[in-house]
Every structure is written in C-alpha cells, then in structure tokens.
C-alpha cells in the first residue's frame, strides 16, 4: 500500500527510511516520546499532475522553508520519498509536536494552492521503528485544529472520554488525619497548554483538599505538613481517580495526563507499588501517556535521592515532571535529573502584580535548560498566559476553579 493512501485511524503501516535517518531516530527516545511525524503533500502532487516532475524541485524548497521557519534548528527534518517529509522534534511531544506538523503543512497548502483543506492535511505519527522501517498511524488534524480554539478546561474541545458513573465512584473522597482533622478530596482537571503552539497538549489532575469544620480550602503548603499516612492516602485517592482516565489518555494523538503525588510517597517502594498496582494503571498506560509530578521538591530534598527516585519513576511512566518553589536553590538538584518538565504552582507566588511578574521571570530564567517543558499552572486567568510566554515558559495552565460537588464523600 502507497504511504500516500489514508488509513483507517486504528491502522499502522510500516514505510522505509532512509538509512541516516533510521539510525538517528533509532538512538533516541523522540519515538517513544511521540515527537516524530511524516506530512505529505500528496493533494499538490495531484494537482500538479504531469506537471509534477518540473514542479517538485520548486515545491521541495518550499516546504523546506516551512520547516526551518516553524522548527528549532537542532529538529530533525528529512524528506524521505517523492511526496513525504519526516520531522523529529526535540522539545515538543504528542499534540504539541502535531500541532507544528499541521501548521506547517497548511502554510504549504495555502501557498500553494490557495486553500488547506482538512482532507488534504495528510500527516502520520510515527509510533515505532522496526527493521529500518517507520511503524506509522494517521492522525485526525480535525482534532489539532480543534484544540487550538480554546484554553480553558470547561470549554475546551479536547475531551478525555469516560464513563460519568466511573467517575463519580471516585471524587469526593474524605477520611481523617493522624491529627484528628476531617478532610475531604475534591478532583479537579486542568488543561496544560503549549504556549508556543497553542493547543492543550496534557490534562493534569488536581486534587482540591478542604476542611470540614470550616470548609475553607487547604494551601498546598498546609498539605505538605500532612503526615507521610495522610499525604499516601491523597496520592492514593488520586491515583485511583486517574486510573479512570489513564485508558483514554493514551496514545499519540491524545493529551498525556499528568498525576501530582508526593516524593515522600513513590521515594519509597510501598509507594512505587501503588502507581503500578492501582487497578487500571497498568505498566503499559503508565508508559503510554501518563507523566507523575512530583509535587513537594524544595531545596532541601536530598539530590541523590531524588535522582535515583526520578530514575526509578522515568523507567515506570512517560515522564517526571518535579513541581519546585519559586527558589532557584530548589532547582541546583534537577540538573541531572533528566526531567521532562518543570512546574511552578500560582499559588506558591504571592504579592502585588509586579513582584508577581518578577517571580515568574526569575523562574524562566533558572529553570531554562533543565527540561523541555517548563510549566506555569493553576493560574486565575488566561491574561497570564502572555507573561508566562514572555518569560520563557513552555506551558501554561488555567486553575479549574469548579465548585464541590454537591454528592457526598466517600
């Protein structure tokens, strides 16, 4: 079967590459990680029919420049039949990665030929190499060019699907801590957005913990003087809230699902146990589209501990994400981490607008370099994304501010 011809979505080809190229993608993880597409401007080679032989010179140039406008000069771009490139893209995954295949590739349609039509907007992820062979499966761009419009999670059109009754089972939750305070756990979605590409690339979870006596909402600081019972029973909680989702986030074509837990929980083994054997979070959902966020990394958390546990975390899942405070000490014990992302919370910045921007700007500037993703969440409004973006962050994400759900607790 021609590479041109469409699939069915659940289908895989498998295309020859060029020898170079196979050796370069075969010596890295950007396959694993979903960086690597193939576009095909096979609706130009149409409609330059006999003409085609003359014009491909012309139009091969053309996307060329398309390519080195949209990507990185370290990014991988290689044209690997008639009608065909590959593009391999360091700091970009998943959607994000497909979202610069589809602009590309529509910026080449229009020149070209006046209009891109979404059937026209032939693009393949590539999910696997065998053999000097790319394993390929088609991607809808109708999901890319949906995901571009909106960057709140109540009206974002990316959707994780799941049975409503499932979820409800499993949010709110409440128990009591070893200190005699009756807590309840609300979960929550927020939609983490690529600032450079525009699209919602991963849904991170968000436990919400509130005080029963006084229903007022607890700081993420005040969960951080939990005991090591209570902190497990809240990652605990949160885990088997995402198992609900973990099915549906897997793959490349779907935003990846990042589950904030505790260092003191999966540094130990007990803990680790638990994030493989939660029912529905099995190792090939973990590997498949799911990142951890470590969510209580400070300056004082032991280096070497900490990379063994990332380690241990990186060969379990998609990723590691580390959530730090707004201290570039906390940061000096990451730099051989290999992280794939770095997360600063709204909630740990705090004063007037200014020292806000400050904070943020500082941030951008300690953490660049120490991981491909650098993440600004739980914001109160989209007005900062542009400061975010200004001060070199990657990603950025709205706090889903939903309010407790009326059923009762667990």
Known sequence: MPFDTPLPSDATERVALPGPVAQRLSGSELVSRGSVNVISIKAIRQW???WWSDKRSDVWTYVELKLNEHLDRNDMRARISDSEFLIAMNNDQGLAAQATSVRILEDVLTHLLGAASSKD???RSVIGLEGGQA???????????????RRDSARSPVRIEVDPADEARRTPVAFTTAGGAAL????????????RRNITTAVRVEPMVTHLASGRQASARALTKLSDRDVAFIDESTLKYASVFARSAQGHNTPELILPASFRTLGTQRGRDLLTGTAGLSLSLLRGGVMIELVDVTRGTPAGRLLEVVGLLRALTRGVIARVPP????????????????????????????KIAMEMMAFGRDARGLAPMTILQGLPQDGYFAAAETAGLTHAALRANYPLGKRAAA
């Open 327 to 354: 201290d570039k000490e906390a940061l000096r014990v990451l730099r051989d981490a290999r992280l794939a992302g770095l997360a600063l919370d709204a909630s740990d910045l705090s004063g007037e607008a200014a």
């Open 48 to 50: 330059a029919g006999d």
């Open 184 to 195: 309840r756990v609300d979960f929550t979605l927020e939609h983490v957005v690529s600032l």
């Open 135 to 149: 394993i390929c499966r088609p991607i809808d761009p109708s999901v890319i060019l949906a995901a571009r419009a």
């Open 121 to 123: 907007l032939g693009i």
